[in-house]
């Protein structure tokens, strides 16, 4: 087994959440690993290699984004708006916490990408506030207030949701829940 292999489903997960398509994401991490194996020097600290790696893959996008003459607010360091396509979605009936997951994943579509991309590295990958800063090229005391008022976003959209969880008493179709 080769270093890299233990990172192929973390860095698959933050291609993913980057790109935004299964094919890409995938095409990303393979390029990111053709990349790493042929590389001259590597770094022999772990979380360094680790950084190192991600720092390939979010390289790799960027060019990708170049190439393909797409622009991405990701990388604009200017708070924008909402997007006016945010996804909406209703949910009548499920448990709990299929619909405290769905509701989280609605409230990281609607984040910035910029937001998005510091929540997947920090809470979704898994890297430390360090590498994260190795990552995307900026001191930890800025990863840290990032992820604080990413997180703090991420809160205030799930708090505006519509939906309630249903509990209690019995509805029409049988099964219990009130709101």
Same mark, same amino acid.
């Given at each position: ?24 994401? *995938? /095409?990303?991490?393979? =390029?990111?690993? @053709? ?7 590597? &770094? !022999?600290? %772990? ?14 996008? *960027? /060019?990708?984004?170049? =190439?393909?003459? @797409? ?7 200017? &708070? !924008?708006? %909402? ?97």
């Amino acid at each position: 087994m080769h270093r890299i292999e233990a990172y192929l489903g973390r860095l698959y997960r933050y291609a993913f959440s980057l790109a935004r398509e299964d094919d890409l994401a *995938r /095409d990303l991490v393979q =390029r990111c690993a @053709l990349k790493a194996l042929g590389a001259k020097t590597v &770094p !022999d600290d %772990e979380s360094a290699y680790r950084a190192w790696l991600f720092v390939i893959l979010r390289n790799d996008f *960027r /060019d990708h984004l170049r =190439r393909h003459r @797409l622009t991405l607010a990701l990388f604009d360091d200017e &708070p !924008d708006a %909402e997007p006016e396509d945010a996804p909406t979605m209703e949910y009548w009936r499920g448990d709990e916490r299929l619909i405290n997951v769905l509701n989280v994943k609605q409230a990281l579509g609607r984040l910035r990408p910029r937001d998005q991309e510091i929540v997947s590295l920090i809470d979704m990958v898994g890297l430390s506030y360090a590498e994260a800063a190795k990552v995307l090229d900026v001191p930890e005391g800025t990863v840290m207030s990032r992820i604080s008022r990413a997180r703090a976003r991420l809160l205030a959209l799930v708090g505006e949701s519509n939906v309630e969880p249903l509990t209690g008493r019995r509805g029409p179709t049988g099964n219990k829940w009130t709101r």
